[in-house]
């Protein structure tokens, strides 16, 4: 039996941002940490900076911490609230007073392929990745990560196609402007573009069967020697809903981060939280959110008080583009756009109500503190108050 002061289910970021923060304010607390991969916490890598390369792997571990005993390569598949204790795959117990559930979120697959298809998420995935030589490339997916993956793949100098069901790329988030300007940016980047299709056949092909075939919905072929899907990801909630916990598109939390269970937190790509600033729940997947809530996760299991009310942001990069974004990214919501360059060098934000819920910052930077305050504010603006708010 394993027994713990504070245990920690899921070995990413977000937990090795909470054992961080644990540390520092309990150094002699037991700390114990299950993790599905066989592998110590690390920072998963930017897109835009292609496939790892191998020598430089190990700059993406992160820090170990005193104290910490890592059990590795496990599973957590059972919780009980009421009895304090988490089993793993293996059958090993562990016995806690205060627990974290960072299990992050689980790639969305395509149903069909099978392993024919990368779908990006661990070091693992990372790993076949960069040492895949083919090179005809299928990306499939034009939201955040297919953008930034296709544009990795032909920096590399691959033959790269994407197929997507909407009919531009970063529809469903930016204005039909921007959306059509980046969709012609990746074309006249040599990156082929199936617009509006969706995969409908995954098959191997050649005598070794070491190619892929591919059909679409739009009755397009292409023939490739990889297969990578970027199509985002869904919260790991089964271990939460399983113990009884509240969970709805991820686990729910209060302003403290706390579960509906006593002594349970959860933090990360899986929680789900009240934005203050934005007016309802909200649940995010990216780094920077990962962090400051494990970190602020570490804090709450150790003590100290805690109330949440960050807004994290998040970017990509692509063919010398950049952006950043805060907020609620939709384009389903009224936009307004202020281009010191038109779509090179400007901002677009995005309200609800005559108020600002989101900003998108594209080729600005220094801005996201004052994008940050201009959301917090929740005072009603128009269009004309919004020209020359931050992109000077």
Request: charged content about 25%.
């Amino acid at each position: 039996m394993n027994e713990y002061r504070y245990l920690i289910v899921g070995g990413g970021m977000t937990g090795h941002a909470a054992a961080a923060a644990i540390r520092g304010l309990d150094p002699a607390g037991s700390l114990g940490m299950i993790g599905e991969e066989p592998v110590p916490p690390y920072a998963r890598p930017a897109l835009s900076e292609g496939p790892w390369a191998e020598a430089d792997q190990r700059r993406f571990f992160l820090p170990a911490l005193q104290g910490l005993v890592h059990h590795t390569g496990r599973r957590a598949v059972s919780l009980d609230p009421a009895g304090r204790e988490v089993v793993d795959d293996l059958g090993e117990r562990y016995r806690y007073e205060r627990l974290l559930l960072a299990t992050g979120g689980a790639p969305r697959r395509l149903e069909i392929g099978g392993d024919r298809v990368i779908h990006l998420r661990t070091m693992a995935d990372y790993e076949r990745l960069r040492g895949h030589g083919g090179h005809c490339a299928l990306v499939v997916g034009g939201g955040y990560v297919g953008t930034e993956l296709a544009a990795s793949l032909a920096a590399e100098g691959r033959d790269v196609t994407m197929a997507f069901p909407e009919p531009s790329l970063g529809a469903n988030r930016w204005p039909g402007g921007l959306s059509e300007h980046v969709t012609r940016d990746f074309e006249a980047h040599g990156v082929r573009l199936l617009r509006g299709h969706a995969v409908a056949r995954v098959e191997a092909f050649g005598d070794r069967g070491d190619r892929v075939l591919v059909r679409t919905s739009g009755g397009a072929e292409v023939l490739a020697d990889l297969v990578v899907a970027g199509l985002g990801t869904r919260p790991q909630t089964a271990l939460a809903e399983a113990a009884g916990l509240a969970v709805s598109d991820g686990v729910e939390v209060d302003e403290g981060l706390r579960t509906s269970a006593p002594d349970v937190w959860a933090a990360g790509d899986v929680a789900r939280v009240w934005s203050p600033a934005l007016g309802e729940r909200i649940r995010l997947e990216h780094a920077e959110n990962a962090l400051a809530m494990g970190r602020e996760a570490g804090r709450a299991m150790a003590g100290e008080p805690v109330r949440w009310s960050q807004l994290p942001s998040w970017g990509a990069s692509f063919f010398g583009a950049a952006y950043q974004a805060v907020g609620k990214i939709d384009a389903r919501m009224e936009t307004v756009e202020a281009w010191r360059r038109p779509y090179h060098e400007g901002v677009v934000y995005y309200l609800e109500h005559g108020r600002v819920k989101g900003v998108l910052l594209w080729g600005l930077a220094g801005r996201l503190e004052a994008a940050r305050e201009l959301i917090r504010r929740q005072r009603p603006v128009g269009a004309a108050d919004l020209q020359g708010a931050l992109e000077r």
